[in-house]
């Protein structure tokens, strides 16, 4: 009875370690389609297969399943299978006891997001989530990949283990196949080697705008600066997938990255305004240019270490059917994001000044967030599946991102366990010391990071933590801006007109109209009724056109009250709008005119100048 119990243990654990085969074949990148076929082990009457619903790095459910179609099932020797689609994701195939099936399908790719899933006459870029099937409770296998590029593509690269063929790759388990994202064309890959170890700069889209080689040598800097900070890289290649596209954001992989970049961005070496809630009546867009690019390099490149090797416990093991809740996005991403110009400082890639208006930037952008007052910054976090990809006109109002506070949050923290210590210490220990400690497969709770920053500043900041996470309590600055010698400077930054008139509407203006698409709470709009889709007409009896809105309500004096003819679901009504005068606050942060020589050394330590 052992014996035979011992065989089946055997098999079985055999059975785990049997990869599963990926052959991806592209035959007419214009139609953006991918035909996947998958050898999948069996040996059983009957095998379920599943497709991740999301990526991690991004809390929202995508369904990636509803671009798989003609899913078909054979044996190996090519013998029809039956199967039923039991989920949304969800496949379960007959496999008649047959070692080895086989399943097919086509995956339609057109979504440039750093999420998605890429297919065009030129290029591919793959995310592992939208594409890969697996045997449900079987993650922990070997997987192999082996792509089939089309005629005229020449390269391929992902942050995978190269195979033994040209174009294939293997992962160890089911999180690596998701987490290593794939890219095929014929794009510039700039190699460079830091502390050994190989990296690539893809730029798909470099064109004259884009210095392919000096960018690469700025990447080199930054991950220079953050093999430094940490103690080493933990890998031995690393790709930065940068597409040049026109598209934006950044998605963090264990190896790799997925960056959106525009084609006029590395050559542009302007600066963003200070202040972007101050500009265009709120919220305000960050500029395409070199620093902004730098900083989401050094944003993704840092997520590295924190969030793929030092994790919240409750993002693993990975569920990737369902939502997955923590509290410590504010950490995971807020703290990244304080890091990320910081990273750019100090790998000497921007000055001191910059640095300062980046956090300036985060500074005011929390500060002119309504929805400061209502959510705190671990609600948000604990809202993301349902908030922070999902805005609409009321979200202001109601919410914050767990990236901007937490930004904010990071910069105080880290002033004070600089003051506890007489800057002995800092933020970078205590990540240091997480990473030791809670990398890898534990994961970190709340308590035990909270447990650890007190413990690197020799006091204990259980009160602060309380208020700055758990409530809609304003942060205090004064503490952190004494402590370096900066305030926020006293006139209105660069980009904010002169005091102006601010009605709290937020309004589009195209093909002559002028509609509402945002209202802030407590401003005089807000008051006056108006509702976002409303169209603006006239103001006391007179046509406002398209081109000069707001600026006509610059014609009346504060104090005034103006009725407003506006156009709601075709139905004309009158509003009466107070006029208010405000000055906009100032979130720019300078050094003080009398700051000591203490204060300036204090933040050169910081900024590592």
């Known amino acids: ?257 997925w960056l959106g970049a525009s084609r006029w961005a590395y050559a542009n070496t302007q600066e963003a305004p200070e202040n972007p809630a101050a500009v265009g009546g709120g919220g305000g867009q960050r500029r395409a240019s070199r620093l ?58 921007s000055t001191t000044g910059q640095a300062l208006r980046a956090m300036s930037a985060a500074i005011s952008q929390l500060q002119n967030t309504p929805g400061r007052h209502v959510t705190p910054a671990e609600t948000a976090s604990l809202n993301s599946w349902i908030q922070l990809y999902r805005p609409n006109e009321n979200s202001p109002n109601t919410a914050i991102s767990y990236y901007t506070k937490g930004q904010v949050v990071g910069f105080l923290l880290d002033a004070k366990i600089r003051k506890a210590t007489n800057n002995a210490k800092s933020l970078d220990d205590a990540m240091r010391i997480a990473y030791q400690r809670y990398g890898g497969e534990k994961g970190y709770t709340p308590a035990q990071f909270r447990a650890i920053c007190n413990e690197v500043a020799g006091a204990d900041f259980s009160a602060w933590f309380r208020l700055a996470l758990e409530t809609t309590e304003e942060l205090d600055y004064s503490e952190a801006l004494e402590f370096y010698g900066l305030r926020f400077r006293p006139e209105p930054t660069r980009g904010a007109a002169a005091p102006r008139l601010i009605t709290g509407v937020t309004a589009a203006t195209t093909n002559g109209r002028i509609l509402v698409t945002g209202l802030r709470r407590g401003t005089a709009a807000y008051n006056a009724g108006f509702n976002v889709n409303d169209e603006v007409i006239g103001v006391n009896g007179y046509r406002v056109r398209a081109e000069q809105w707001p600026a006509y309500l610059d014609n009346y004096k504060p104090g005034q009250t103006v009725d407003v003819l506006v156009a709601r679901r075709d139905q004309l009504m009158t509003l009466k709008l107070a006029i208010v005068a405000d000055k906009p606050a100032s979130w720019a942060l300078e050094a003080k005119p009398d700051a000591t020589d203490e204060q300036k050394a204090r933040v050169k330590s910081w900024m590592r100048e």
């Not at 409750?314 to 410590?328: A, Q």
């Not at 995971?332 to 994001?337: L, P």
Request: charged share 20%.
């Open 1 to 257: 009875m052992k014996t035979i119990t011992l065989f089946f243990v055997l098999t079985i654990a055999a059975l785990a370690q049997d990869p599963i085969r990926y052959t991806i074949r592209i035959p007419e990148p214009h139609t953006h389609y991918l035909e996947i076929t998958a050898s999948v082990p069996a040996g059983k009457p009957s095998v379920e297969l599943y497709m991740a619903v999301w990526t991690p790095g991004s809390y929202l459910v995508r369904e990636y399943a509803r671009n798989v179609e003609n899913f078909q099932a054979r044996t190996a020797a090519g013998k029809q299978l039956t199967w039923t689609r039991t989920r949304k994701n969800r496949w379960s195939v007959d496999a008649a006891n047959e070692a080895r099936i086989e399943v097919s399908y086509r995956v339609y790719a057109h979504e440039m997001s750093v999420q998605g899933n890429w297919v065009d006459s030129g290029f591919a870029m793959l995310n592992g989530a939208p594409n890969f099937l697996t045997l449900a409770g079987a993650d922990k296998r070997p997987y192999e990949v082996k792509l089939e590029l089309p005629p005229t593509w020449r390269k391929s690269i992902s942050g995978m283990k190269d195979g033994a063929a040209p174009h294939s790759w293997v992962a160890a388990d089911f999180d690596e196949l998701l987490d290593c994202p794939i890219y095929a064309g014929n794009a510039p890959i700039h190699e460079f080697v830091v502390e050994g170890k190989k990296h690539y700069l893809v730029n798909e889209g470099e064109g004259p705008m884009w210095d392919g080689p000096a960018s690469a040598k700025d990447v080199a800097k930054i991950v220079a600066e953050y093999s430094r900070q940490w103690g080493g890289l933990p890998y031995e290649k690393y790709v930065f997938f940068n597409m040049i596209v026109e598209s934006g954001g950044g998605l963090e992989h264990k190896n790799s990255t």
């Open 292 to 349: 902004s690019w730098l900083g989401l390099v050094s944003h993704e490149y840092f997520h590295l270490w924190n969030v793929k090797r030092l994790r919240p416990v409750e993002l693993g093991p990975f569920d990737y059917e369902n939502e997955v809740y923590t509290r410590s996005l504010w950490l995971a991403e807020g703290v990244t994001s304080y890091y990320g110009p910081l990273g750019v400082r100090r790998a000497g890639l």
